[in-house]
């Protein structure tokens, strides 16, 4: 009788570790919140179900301008319904005007329209996600929220422009397989 | 015509008013050394004449390679003599260039902000494994010591052989 009811304990334990363990992955994943030009607080967690390139810049950032053709190119060959881009500002002293007036001038410039998420962070996002002090940075979360790339530097689409460094990070890659 | 010379009085008024309002300021920024390297020192001096009495000087130093910026910072300057002045030491070996922009706080609490940056470009870093002279005010060319005592010597055994002779 004894053992039968240690037997029984075990298996419950061992069970309820499982149940708890199943239920800990389903919930894993990053989260951040941001604000949006309009002043709305967004966290990751509202992008559940879609990959989320993150990318942490500046205007004042020159590569970063660069790196926003790319992802220009990205946003334009996939579905809204697997992923979204978030262009997160760390620079705490730019605001949404100036990020707007940014966006107004990198249209007229080279006709390139920035109609992805922008956001700006209060600090916590450039301590949790900045790789060594520099921008761009470019986070990608997978469908669960989970970080799966981060890479300072200019990353490209898909072809590596020329007087590029041949090791140049190709996104197109590492989104595929998280899609 | 009386009231047209009020008129025109009082836009002339206006004008001048808002040409006070708008009162100037004007920064002009050196950096020593003109071509700094990566991880070097600079000096930066900002000559600035304003209207307005200023309570603090800020300059953002922005360094950046081709491919990235680090985050920049934000650095208060000293007041030395007329001007403002800061000795800065750029950080990152890899950075190829360094941005800044200036940024005044008067004493009326009010800000004025260089919306444009200036960008500085860095010289490489030599590789300082022998020097070939030319560029720097300690390095003479090389053997130039030796002639000279060349030189020297053979005038103290003429001399000597003369008063020997």
């Not at chain 1, 790196?67 to 705490?92: A, G, H």
Request: proline residues 3%.
């Amino acid at each position: 009788m004894k053992k039968n009811i240690f037997t029984i304990l075990f298996l419950v334990i061992i069970f309820f570790n499982f149940l708890t363990g199943c239920f800990e992955n389903s919930e894993e994943g990053d989260n951040f919140a941001f604000s949006t030009l309009n002043g709305d607080t967004k966290q990751l967690v509202d992008y559940r179900g879609k990959i989320v390139i993150l990318d942490l810049w500046a205007t004042w950032c020159s590569p970063c301008q660069y790196q926003m053709t790319e992802l220009k190119k990205i946003y334009e060959n996939y579905s809204r319904n697997d992923l979204e881009i978030i262009s997160v500002d760390v620079d705490t002293r730019e605001d949404a005007q100036l990020i707007q007036s940014f966006r107004n001038f990198f249209n007229q410039t080279y006709g390139i329209e920035l109609d992805w998420i922008f956001g700006m962070d209060d600090g916590s996002i450039s301590e949790k996600y900045m790789k060594e002090g520099a921008i761009p940075t470019l986070c990608i979360f997978d469908k669960k929220g989970r970080l799966s790339f981060r890479e300072a530097g200019i990353c490209v689409y898909l072809e590596i422009p020329s007087g590029f460094p041949a090791n140049t990070t190709v996104l197109a890659h590492i989104i595929n397989q998280l899609i | 015509m009386k009231k047209i010379k009020i008129i025109i009085m009082i836009i002339l008024g206006l004008c001048l008013l808002n040409n006070s309002v708008l009162a100037e300021t004007i920064i002009d920024v050196n950096i020593e050394p003109d071509e700094p390297e990566p991880a070097s020192q600079i000096t930066i001096t900002a000559d600035i004449s304003s209207e307005k009495d200023i309570d603090k000087v800020y300059i953002e130093i922005q360094e950046c390679k081709e491919d990235l910026c680090f985050q920049k910072e934000n650095i208060t300057m000293t007041k030395v003599n007329s001007n403002y002045q800061k000795n800065y030491q750029l950080e990152k070996d890899e950075s190829t260039y360094f941005k800044y922009s200036i940024a005044i706080l008067f004493t009326d609490g009010s800000w004025y902000n260089q919306n444009e940056k200036t960008e500085v470009t860095l010289k490489p870093a030599s590789g300082n494994g022998g020097t070939n002279g030319g560029d720097g005010e300690d390095k003479n060319t090389p053997g130039f010591e030796l002639i000279l005592l060349i030189a020297a010597i053979s005038l103290i055994i003429l001399t000597r052989r003369k008063r020997l002779g």
